[in-house]
């Protein structure tokens, strides 16, 4: 397998990083991950727009961040894998490497990228929705979950959390400063969605959640085809009355059939989950 790393392409056996390597130390990094089906990347531009946004939320400069489609292309290309999850890090180091353990940035603070290329199924368009129950945890990230941190602590806690109870995905659920109550946020890594009332809810794409690539494509999927949609905060128990609920992420949409043991429509994928998730598939193909 090659990888892209420190500067160049080789085998992955022989990429290291640095023992004081800021991303390990300090999660002082940014990653995206980018979906390859038949050779062809997915919504290359919003993943170049995010990682630019999420590296300006950190204040690490990186001038030619463009330059991130083409090596994840070449990486693609070297590693002949139509279809892949490509994983791409930002980390900060300096010339000459990270330096001593220090909670101050360095002076001059250079990207480090790396990129890993991992092999993916080929999508199948007659496949069915993919399902699974959620259970609910609380959210105990910061207040910028719109940059894309290598901060993955409490995303990886809850995950965990999640397939121990036998569930796909963990929602998170905060009270935030000025709301009453609380209100669920987004999934360990997807952005989530309910169908309440008829209309077609899910967080706003403000600092308390990751404003999701697919999240974009779907709720514009949505809006053509003149369903009602509000980006507003739903609370668990608008949650577990709604007529529908589904998780999304760049790796596929996920029907929510059950939320803490509740079940949601009926235990199965609804309407407008399966009509999203057909037009995700088609957008993802190029149809
Ligand atoms: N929210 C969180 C917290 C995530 O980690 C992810 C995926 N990394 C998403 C939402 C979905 O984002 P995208 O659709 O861009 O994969």
């Known amino acids: 397998m090659i990888v892209y790393a420190d500067g160049g392409f080789r085998e992955k056996d022989e990429a290291f990083y640095p023992l004081e390597e800021r991303g390990v130390l300090f999660a002082d990094g940014v990653y995206e991950v980018v979906r390859y089906d038949r050779g062809r990347p997915f919504e290359m531009d919003a993943h170049v727009r995010r990682l630019r946004a999420s590296l300006a939320g950190i204040g690490l400069p990186w001038p ?19 279809d892949a999850r490509v ?24 990207p480090a990228i790396t990129m890993i290329a991992y092999p993916a199924e080929p999508l199948d368009p007659a496949a069915p929705v993919e399902a699974g129950e959620a259970v609910i945890v609380e959210d105990v990230r910061w207040h910028r979950c719109g940059i894309k941190s290598l901060m993955l602590l409490p995303a990886s806690m809850a995950k965990t959390e999640a397939k121990r109870r036998g569930a796909v995905e963990a929602l998170f659920e905060r009270a935030k400063p000025g709301a009453a109550g609380t209100h669920i946020t987004e999934g360990s890594s ?35 085809a003149a369903l009602a949609v509000e980006e507003r905060a739903f609370t668990r128990a608008e949650l577990l009355a709604a007529s529908e609920a589904f998780a999304c992420s760049t790796t596929q949409v996920t029907a929510l059939t059950s939320v803490e043991g509740t079940p949601i429509g009926g235990g199965k994928a609804g ?11 088609r957008r993802v193909l190029g149809a």
């Open 190 to 224: 997807t952005n989530a969605f309910a169908v309440i009332g008829g209309v077609l809810r899910t967080h706003p794409a403000d600092g308390w959640v990751l404003a999701g690539v697919t999240r974009a494509v779907l709720l514009e999927a949505a809006r053509s």
């Open 271 to 281: 309407e407008v989950t399966r009509r999203l998730a057909a037009a995700y598939v």
């Open 64 to 82: 030619g961040v463009e330059a991130a489609a083409s090596l994840s292309d070449e990486l693609v290309r070297r590693n002949g894998l139509p």
């Open 87 to 110: 994983y791409w890090q930002v980390t900060r180091s300096a010339a000459g490497g990270p330096g001593k353990r220090s909670f101050v940035h360095p002076e001059k603070p250079e």
